[in-house]
């Protein structure tokens, strides 16, 4: 199976984003260009041969495509792409049709389970349609009789037409007869119409069948607003497909990875608890591999520098990293400090896409950072947030057995960040359905699992680390908000762990909440998590559960230090909380946490 894709248009109605090139490198929000998206995602589903059709701008396209050293590329350039349309270049292209094709438009973004579904679909010729959808005015559609394609057209609005996309898995056969049909259109000077305009001649003698794509995701960008949107949109579903690999030995699960990927050659972030158990298993199975510990529980910006250097002498494109939140906060600010180039302050600089692979393995269930886009990192004691879509790790392995031996504190104090996160993103203003659901689910596993789990049941184990991973997903979608922000000051100065500091503040926002009135339906869906009737009840149960772990408050009777934790607080970054917050609510939740 090979793959044919138009880049050849001006996309004229893309405004100043095509200025100065071609529609399909224009950059997604996660920094990738909408050509290397696809390559990317054709060749992780196993395409290696593009046929790739090229007009203005060629040499930016040729360019790209010395990033994926793995796959292979003919060119063929439509010089007369001003005055032609696609037919032109598919018939220049027709000479290359020596195999199956995947055929498709170079505007196209697209997640990968759709290619995959594509790939294994039972029919030789297949095509995308969605009957879900509302047809769209000056967009193709598809009409089709009996589960086959009879037409593709922009004016078609009966019953039997649906949306459509221009992407289409073809035997040889079939794509060949459409190659010969659009030939004879062009050599009949036909080079303004659609290559469709040729297909609907002879669908009657082929046989493509219709998949419905309602359920997964595949737009065109035609415009200015469709970047915007397509940009946007795709990213949620990027996220819900992070591969999560739950087991009971993730040592055998990396092993299997690694040998897929044929990867000889890896960089480890590890806590210091699991660098020899790692390096052991590697050593075994003859995988060069170079361990970098040197962090702190709260990771620092040099730390982060140190890292980047001996990570570029590793010379390789993988990263594992095993550990809590800091290993893979490390891991992460790495790969992205790792696309900036020439870069001397990495903190000011906007991330590049970065086609480094990384594995993450969660030794506890708190952060769930191994399926966020984000990590956490202090510059001279100041938070940074290191945020961008390319440094969510490609795979995480959630294995229970690494939390059977964390220490007593560490276990409550993490579960409570997995709590704590997740009745956060119901109430957070960025949040929506699907992390709403993720956070529900969460809580009501943590809620139902605390306690075995702080005994090691097996069964709690894995469901806890499920639920952590979960309120990772959530918070990735909604952020997090108040009791967060305020967190930060009081773990450092009073040297509790990040989890147990947001327990303190949340109660206290909660109960703002409440009498605030805003977000009713949201408090609910936190009281249905918890299986209350209401809120209020919820609230006591989450009391009652803080309570139950004795973890206790720090004191304080200083006002000069509330004041310093006060001042502290990012105010920029509680525009996710539903509450109008000033100093003075601050300052009264850390007088009753402190008093």
Same mark, same amino acid.
């Given at each position: 199976?090979?793959? !044919?894709?138009?880049?050849?248009?001006?996309?004229?109605?893309?405004?100043?984003?095509?200025?100065?090139?071609?529609?399909?490198?224009?950059?997604?929000?996660?920094?990738?260009?909408?050509?290397?998206?696809?390559?990317?995602?054709?060749?992780?589903?196993?395409?290696?041969?593009?046929?790739?059709?090229?007009?203005?701008?060629?040499?930016?396209?040729?360019?790209?495509?010395?990033?994926?050293?793995?796959?292979?590329?003919?060119?063929?350039? %439509?010089?007369?792409?001003?005055?032609?349309?696609?037919?032109?270049?598919?018939?220049?292209?027709?000479?290359?049709?020596?195999?199956?094709?995947?055929? !498709?438009?170079?505007?196209?973004?697209?997640?990968?389970?759709?290619?995959?579904?594509?790939? %294994?679909?039972?029919?030789?010729?297949?095509?995308?349609?969605?009957?879900?959808?509302?047809?769209?005015?000056?967009?193709?559609?598809?009409?089709? @009789?009996?589960?086959?394609?009879?037409?593709?057209?922009?004016?078609?609005?009966?019953?039997?037409?649906?949306?459509?996309?221009?992407?289409?898995?073809?035997?040889?056969?079939?794509?060949?007869?459409?190659?010969?049909?659009?030939?004879?259109?062009?050599?009949?000077?036909?080079?303004?119409?659609?290559?469709?305009?040729?297909?609907?001649?002879?669908?009657?003698?082929?046989?493509?069948?219709?998949?419905?794509?309602?359920?997964?995701?595949?737009?065109?960008?035609?415009?200015?607003?469709?970047?915007?949107?397509?940009?946007?949109?795709?990213?949620?579903?990027?996220?819900?497909?992070?591969?999560?690999?739950?087991?009971?030995?993730?040592?055998?699960?990396?092993?299997?990875?690694?040998?897929?990927?044929?990867?000889?050659?890896?960089?480890?972030?590890?806590?210091?608890?699991?660098? +020899?158990?790692?390096?052991?298993?590697?050593?075994?199975?003859?995988?060069?591999?170079?361990?970098?510990?040197?962090?702190?529980?709260?990771?620092?910006?040099?730390?982060?520098? #140190?890292?980047?250097?001996?990570?570029?002498?590793?010379?390789?494109?993988?990263?594992?990293?095993?550990?809590?939140?800091?290993?893979?906060?490390?891991?992460?600010?790495?790969?992205?400090?790792?696309?900036? +180039?020439?870069?001397?302050?990495? #903190?000011?600089?906007?991330?590049?896409?970065? %086609?480094?692979?990384?594995?993450?393995?969660?030794?506890?269930?708190?952060?769930?950072?191994?399926?966020?886009?984000?990590?956490?990192?202090?510059?001279?004691?100041?938070?940074?947030?290191?945020?961008?879509?390319?440094?969510?790790?490609?795979?995480?392995?959630?294995?229970?057995?690494?939390? =059977?031996?964390?220490?007593?504190?560490?276990? +409550?104090?993490?579960?409570?960040?997995?709590?704590?996160?997740?009745?956060?993103?119901?109430?957070?203003?960025?949040?929506?359905?699907?992390?709403?659901?993720?956070?529900? *689910?969460?809580?009501?596993?943590?809620?139902?699992?605390? *306690?075995?789990?702080?005994?090691?049941? @097996?069964?709690?184990?894995?469901?806890?680390?499920?639920?952590?991973?979960?309120?990772? $997903?959530?918070?990735?979608?909604?952020?997090?908000?108040?009791?967060?922000?305020?967190?930060?000051?009081?773990?450092?100065?009073?040297?509790?762990?990040?989890?147990?500091?947001?327990?303190?503040? !949340?109660?206290?926002?909660?109960?703002?909440?409440?009498?605030?009135?805003?977000?009713?339906?949201?408090?609910?869906?936190?009281?249905?998590?918890?299986?209350?009737?209401?809120?209020?009840?919820?609230?006591?149960?989450?009391?009652?559960?803080?309570?139950?772990? =004795?973890?206790?408050?720090?004191?304080? $009777?200083?006002?000069?230090?509330?004041?310093?934790?006060?001042?502290?607080?990012?105010?920029?970054?509680?525009?996710?909380?539903?509450? =109008?917050?000033?100093?003075?609510?601050?300052?009264?939740?850390?007088?009753?946490?402190?008093?």
């Amino acid at each position: 199976m090979k793959a !044919l894709i138009f880049n050849s248009g001006l996309g004229r109605r893309m405004g100043s984003l095509t200025e100065k090139n071609p529609k399909c490198m224009v950059k997604l929000y996660n920094g990738e260009t909408i050509f290397e998206r696809q390559i990317r995602i054709l060749n992780e589903c196993g395409i290696k041969d593009f046929v790739i059709t090229v007009g203005p701008f060629k040499e930016q396209v040729l360019e790209a495509a010395t990033k994926f050293p793995d796959a292979n590329f003919t060119f063929v350039s %439509n010089d007369n792409y001003a005055k032609t349309n696609y037919i032109v270049s598919m018939h220049l292209a027709s000479r290359y049709f020596d195999d199956d094709f995947l055929v !498709l438009h170079g505007d196209l973004v697209f997640n990968k389970n759709l290619i995959i579904k594509l790939l %294994n679909s039972k029919p030789k010729a297949v095509c995308l349609y969605n009957d879900n959808k509302e047809l769209p005015a000056k967009d193709f559609k598809g009409r089709f @009789k009996n589960g086959l394609l009879k037409e593709v057209a922009i004016d078609l609005f009966d019953n039997d037409s649906y949306a459509f996309q221009p992407f289409y898995k073809l035997d040889k056969e079939t794509l060949n007869k459409w190659g010969d049909q659009v030939t004879e259109f062009v050599t009949n000077d036909f080079v303004t119409v659609y290559a469709e305009n040729a297909l609907n001649e002879i669908t009657d003698q082929l046989e493509i069948a219709g998949m419905n794509y309602k359920d997964d995701y595949i737009e065109e960008i035609d415009d200015e607003l469709d970047y915007f949107r397509v940009s946007n949109e795709i990213r949620y579903f990027d996220y819900s497909e992070q591969e999560i690999i739950e087991t009971d030995n993730y040592r055998e699960e990396l092993m299997r990875i690694l040998t897929k990927s044929m990867t000889q050659r890896v960089f480890v972030v590890s806590g210091k608890s699991y660098e +020899k158990d790692i390096s052991k298993l590697l050593s075994e199975r003859n995988v060069e591999h170079q361990i970098f510990d040197s962090f702190a529980p709260n990771p620092d910006y040099h730390d982060i520098i #140190l890292g980047l250097h001996e990570f570029k002498k590793a010379d390789t494109n993988l990263i594992i990293s095993i550990g809590g939140g800091s290993a893979m906060d490390v891991a992460k600010s790495i790969k992205a400090f790792s696309s900036v +180039k020439n870069g001397t302050d990495f #903190l000011d600089h906007g991330y590049e896409f970065s %086609n480094i692979k990384h594995i993450a393995i969660p030794t506890t269930a708190g952060t769930g950072s191994e399926s966020t886009t984000f990590a956490v990192i202090y510059d001279n004691g100041d938070k940074k947030s290191i945020t961008h879509d390319s440094v969510l790790p490609d795979i995480a392995i959630l294995d229970y057995n690494l939390l =059977k031996t964390l220490p007593d504190y560490q276990k +409550k104090s993490t579960m409570l960040d997995a709590l704590c996160q997740s009745i956060e993103s119901i109430w957070s203003k960025r949040a929506n359905e699907s992390s709403k659901k993720d956070a529900e *689910q969460s809580i009501e596993i943590i809620h139902n699992n605390y *306690q075995k789990y702080l005994m090691n049941d @097996k069964k709690a184990l894995r469901n806890m680390l499920y639920a952590a991973n979960l309120s990772g $997903k959530a918070i990735n979608i909604s952020k997090t908000t108040l009791p967060h922000a305020m967190s930060y000051k009081l773990a450092s100065r009073y040297k509790i762990s990040h989890g147990h500091a947001v327990a303190l503040s !949340l109660p206290y926002v909660w109960e703002l909440l409440i009498q605030d009135g805003r977000c009713v339906s949201d408090l609910d869906r936190i009281a249905k998590a918890f299986r209350r009737d209401n809120t209020t009840e919820a609230l006591a149960v989450f009391k009652a559960m803080y309570e139950e772990l =004795k973890l206790g408050n720090p004191v304080c $009777k200083d006002n000069n230090m509330i004041e310093d934790m006060v001042n502290a607080v990012n105010m920029d970054r509680l525009n996710n909380t539903p509450l =109008k917050v000033t100093n003075e609510m601050l300052r009264a939740i850390y007088s009753k946490i402190l008093e």
